[in-house]
């Protein structure tokens, strides 16, 4: 691929530690080169792919529906494959009590092609942990993992390199301030080798308001997290203070300086964007029906 003078090779190798596939480029132009390691994200390795097409099932239902159910005075939302009730991974009934929910998990099973892609569909996924709970985890052990993101939260690093460093600046300071002035706390990014600051108040200020949403809520709330690594832009989506295109573009913006220098990989860097926002968005939603 041509990039403005320069030859850019992409090419797939096999780490013959992990037997998984890395990827290399390759970037030569006038009188310089350079050999670039690029790590191919997990879920793009070809050992991984062949192992969720060995797990995907035949599609074998035709219709899918939406059918509420009265219990002890509470409306709930089940589905039905061919008139048969889904059931979660433990084999308990799939049930949810926000209509909106069902409907768009509903969505998610009919946009199923030959095979079911789990993977890819969030809002069942994060339903289905709801209702199981296979690790017996409480919300409070949510709200400490999501804590743990607060001291390596992807815009509280700020970088050297000037360009870098004048649109993070412009870009993430400004959601920094906000998220103080919401929570009444104090926080000093980082720049350079030293640690991000926190005011004595900052952990217990930020616990105090995720153990106001309920379980489900939380864990739409986690699984924004750990698809972005960032406390403060997921905490933003979920107050309405930014987009779901905006919060995905702010985690990546190291990402985006780098490929507008060097230019874009276009299979990897286009799905991995497309793959985040899906999830992002899946957490944002499930947070917001979750807590209406």
Not at 127 to 154: G, R
Not at 168 to 193: M, N, T
Not at 226 to 251: M, N, Q, Y
Request: charged content about 25%.
């Amino acid at each position: 691929k041509s990039l403005n003078g320069w030859c850019v090779l992409h090419f797939l190798c096999r780490n013959s530690r992990t037997g998984q596939f890395d990827g290399m480029m390759f970037v030569s132009g006038v009188g310089q080169s350079l050999l670039r390691r690029v790590t191919t994200p997990s879920w793009l390795q070809f050992g991984s792919v062949r192992a969720m097409s060995a797990r995907a099932r035949k599609r074998f239902y035709k219709n899918v529906a939406v059918v509420s159910t009265s219990r002890e005075g509470q409306i709930d939302f089940e589905l039905t494959l061919d008139n048969r009730k889904l059931k979660t991974p433990l084999g308990n009934e799939f049930r949810v009590d926000n209509e909106i929910l069902a409907h768009s998990v509903a969505t998610e099973w009919a946009a199923q092609k030959d095979y079911i892609l789990l993977s890819q569909m969030h809002l069942t996924g994060l339903a289905n942990v709801c209702i199981d709970n296979p690790t017996n985890a409480k919300k409070e052990d949510l709200v400490d993992h999501i804590l743990n993101f607060l001291d390596t939260d992807t815009i509280l690093f700020f970088g050297e390199e000037e360009t870098l460093l004048a649109r993070q600046v412009e870009q993430w300071q400004p959601l920094i301030d906000w998220f103080c002035e919401r929570h009444r706390i104090e926080i000093k990014a980082s720049r350079g080798l030293a640690p991000p600051e926190f005011s004595p108040n900052a952990r217990d200020a930020i616990r105090k308001h995720l153990m106001s949403y309920n379980y489900r809520a939380i864990n739409g709330f986690s699984f924004g997290v750990d698809s972005i690594k960032s406390l403060i832009l997921t905490a933003a989506l979920v107050d309405r203070r930014l987009a779901v295109d905006e919060a995905v573009k702010l985690s990546r913006l190291e990402l985006e300086v780098q490929t507008e220098r060097w230019g874009n990989v276009e299979w990897a860097h286009d799905l991995e964007l497309y793959d985040t926002t899906a999830r992002v968005a899946a957490a944002t939603m499930f947070v917001h029906l979750s807590s209406s």
